[in-house]
């Protein structure tokens, strides 16, 4: 699919719910929620609109905290997923199993690239990042698959499939309470 402008108040909806989630004060820095909307958005929208909202994500929530190299590390990687995410679900039915079901192996592969990708310059073994990644990895699984499993479907119903939140709708809405 393409990007079309009658979504844009789902993607910012979307985009309000990961900024405001991982910005909870003392929120585990791996329990977050861009693989949760990623998802969903990647059935609705396709491999280059999720490609460039899981960028975008991303750069959006360094520039509000510290922009660094991981900001193009993370974002590319996240895109990466859900260009994959895209093909995933073409032929899937959005359910709470099947997004709790990609998120293991999408998290498994951003956790291990990121890792590499981000440690790799300061010195540190293959080995040594893999290792000091396991106790990390474990808990941004528990966290992706839950909030896969209940926000996914949530946002894909709710919000991405809501024809209530179409621009065009939101604008008639609009219309009629200033007539």
């Known amino acids: 699919m393409k990007f079309d402008l009658k979504n844009v108040p789902k ?3 979307s985009v ?3 900024l ?3 910005a909870i004060p003392g929120r585990p820095p791996n329990i977050e929620p861009v693989m949760a909307s990623l998802l969903p958005l990647s059935k609705a929208n396709g491999k280059w609109v999720a490609a460039i909202y899981a960028a975008a994500i991303m750069v959006l929530f360094d520039l509000l905290t510290k922009f660094g190299d991981w900001t193009y590390i993370t974002a590319a990687t996240y895109a990466l997923v859900g260009i994959v995410a895209a093909y995933w679900f073409k032929d899937r039915e959005p359910s709470p199993a099947e997004f709790a079901l990609f998120s293991i192996p999408a998290t ?3 956790d291990v690239i990121t890792a590499i990708l981000s440690m790799l310059p300061y010195g540190m073994s293959i080995e040594q990042i893999l290792i000091g990644q396991i106790p990390f990895t474990i808990n941004h699984l528990l966290g992706n698959v839950a909030l896969c499993f209940i926000v ?3 946002l894909y119903h709710y919000v991405f499939m809501n024809e209530k ?4 709708y939101l604008k008639a809405k609009a219309a009629n309470l200033l007539k």
């Open 11 to 13: 993607y910012v909806a």
């Open 16 to 18: 309000l719910f990961c």
């Open 20 to 22: 405001l989630l991982r």
């Open 108 to 110: 498994i592969a951003y």
């Open 152 to 154: 996914s479907p949530l």
């Open 165 to 168: 939140l179409d621009l065009s």
